[in-house]
């Protein structure tokens, strides 16, 4: 016996700056989630992955905004339109809170961009959610993302280890940075 149930469904905010448009991830962003992916720049968050995996990858997304009510945006630059990364607040089964993440994608770095999308983020989470503060889970070695998070005023809270990955708990501040 085959029971129909209510569509999932989920708004997902979408939130401007000057600079760029934090909007619902969407099918056709598959093709730069498989970019990124694939590269090398995926290598602190699981990656690279194979390219069948940018699938999971896009309906765990989301799925993320039907199941918990938040998830992560893909960051989109409002001069172009084209898809630079995606930043939002994850909360995984293994994960001990909900994190303030973000991913740039290829020729987007060195622009403020995952500072700007990031700062949102977290000013939505904060403001509208009622989430914080939250944390960032950073590989030791992930440099960048560990100047990110202190930029955004977070500071480095204790040592963990996620899915066997040993990493620093940033703590971000509530409000501004």
């Not at 069948?52 to 989301?62: F, P």
């Not at 500072?115 to 904060?126: K, V």
Request: charge should be negative; proline fraction near 5%.
């Amino acid at each position: 016996m085959i029971r129909r149930t209510e569509a999932l469904s989920v708004d997902v905010p979408v939130i401007e700056t000057d600079r760029l448009i934090l909007r619902a991830p969407r099918f056709e962003d598959l093709e730069a989630i498989t970019a990124f992916g694939l590269s090398e720049r995926s290598r602190f968050v699981g990656g690279p992955v194979e390219d069948w995996q940018s699938w999971s990858i896009l309906t765990g997304m989301i799925g993320h905004w039907i199941i918990r009510g938040f998830g992560w945006w893909m960051i989109e630059e409002r001069a172009t339109g084209r898809v630079a990364g995606r930043t939002g607040i994850g909360h995984h089964i293994d994960w001990p809170e909900p994190e303030l993440g973000w991913h740039l994608y290829d020729g987007f770095e060195g622009k403020g961009i995952a500072f700007e999308a990031a700062l949102a983020a977290r000013e939505h989470a904060h403001a509208v959610m009622g989430l914080g503060p939250l944390i960032s889970l950073i590989a030791h070695e992930n440099i960048r993302s560990r100047r990110l998070a202190e930029r955004l005023g977070a500071v480095p809270e204790s040592e963990t280890v996620i899915r066997g990955t040993p990493c620093l708990l940033f703590r971000h501040p509530m409000g501004t940075a």
